[in-house]
């Protein structure tokens, strides 16, 4: 099993900045990767961003050049720097673990969430 606990959401205004942490315990796997999803009301829940255990990263379209996701793999954490953040951002973030590097497997696990919202 491993638990995944997601931090760092909150208000802030457009061009402002707001930075995620997602930390994974329990039974990790030494080759994971761990990603940002995002659901906004009445929409499907979309990856924003992702990374493997050796630090390979992918980011969705919307968030490439605002967007910085890292990890550091002794704590587990994951981090999700966003800057330059506009009300389309806005939405509950979830973090994802997952032992396969397309983060789908039948061992994934994911956060509860943590809300964004950013002002006009």
């Known amino acids: 099993q491993v638990q995944v606990v997601e931090s760092g959401g909150g208000l802030v205004q457009a061009g402002g900045s707001l930075r995620l942490s997602c930390t994974a315990s329990g039974s990790i796997s030494r080759n994971n990767a761990m990603g940002w999803y995002r659901q906004a009301p009445g929409k499907q829940r979309e990856l924003v961003a992702a990374?493997?255990?050796?630090?390979?990263?992918g980011y969705a379209d919307s968030a490439k050049g605002r967007f910085t996701i890292s990890r550091d793999n002794a704590k587990n954490t994951v981090y999700l720097q966003m800057n330059n953040l506009k009300p389309e951002d806005t939405a509950v973030y979830y973090c994802k673990y997952s032992v396969s590097y397309i983060l789908i497997s039948p061992e994934d696990y994911w956060g509860q969430g943590t809300q964004v919202t950013v002002s006009s």
């Open positions: 990374i493997t255990s050796g630090g390979s990263t």
